[in-house]
């Protein structure tokens, strides 16, 4: 969808803070043994951190790793374009899941010796939401809001090229 880098970085910035902020949510409620509104307010301390740590992850490493996978497994020139957004984001998942939970262990689990099973830990209970996450509520709320920030420059291009 982004067309340019400037457009890059904002779709990367509203997915990252869309999908880091969700998954902190999860990760407090884990902790705290359940739901409450103090963990919408926790979680904006950890956003401050975990935010710059995917994005520089997202911008200048997964992203790019996970169009190139997923052009490898979706031709989409003969497949329905949605099978290579549903590619990337489940490859965009498969690593970025492992590399943030190992980054919250660092950063906030306290695990000590128990560093390698804490991480596993994390990256099990972690992995299946982050991809349902990806898949029906962020991806989609992202790609939407998007659309409609860069609308007006898209069909200005649109008319620009009807008239050359």
Not at 26 to 50: D, P
Not at 51 to 62: E, H, K, R, T, W
Not at 142 to 149: A, G, Q, Y
């Amino acid at each position: 969808m982004p067309k340019t880098k400037f457009q890059e970085v904002i779709f990367t910035i509203m997915m990252v803070f869309v999908m880091v902020y969700a998954m902190i949510c999860y990760n407090i409620a884990l902790n705290i043994g359940g739901m409450s509104s103090e963990v919408f307010l926790s979680a904006f301390h950890e956003l401050v951190i975990m935010g710059p740590i995917a994005f520089v992850l997202d911008f200048f490493f997964v992203g790019t790793i996970a169009k190139k996978k997923a052009l490898k497994i979706v031709n989409p020139e003969k497949e329905n374009p949605f099978h290579l957004v549903l590619a990337i984001s489940f490859i965009s998942v498969a690593f970025m899941c492992p590399l943030m939970s190992l980054a919250a262990t660092i950063l906030f689990k306290h695990a000590g010796n128990q560093f390698i099973a804490v991480w596993l830990q994390t990256c099990a209970f972690n992995f299946p939401m982050a991809l349902c996450w990806q898949i029906f509520y962020a991806g989609p709320l992202v790609r939407f809001l998007f659309r409609l920030i860069f609308r007006e420059k898209q069909k200005e291009g649109n008319m620009q090229k009807a008239f050359e």
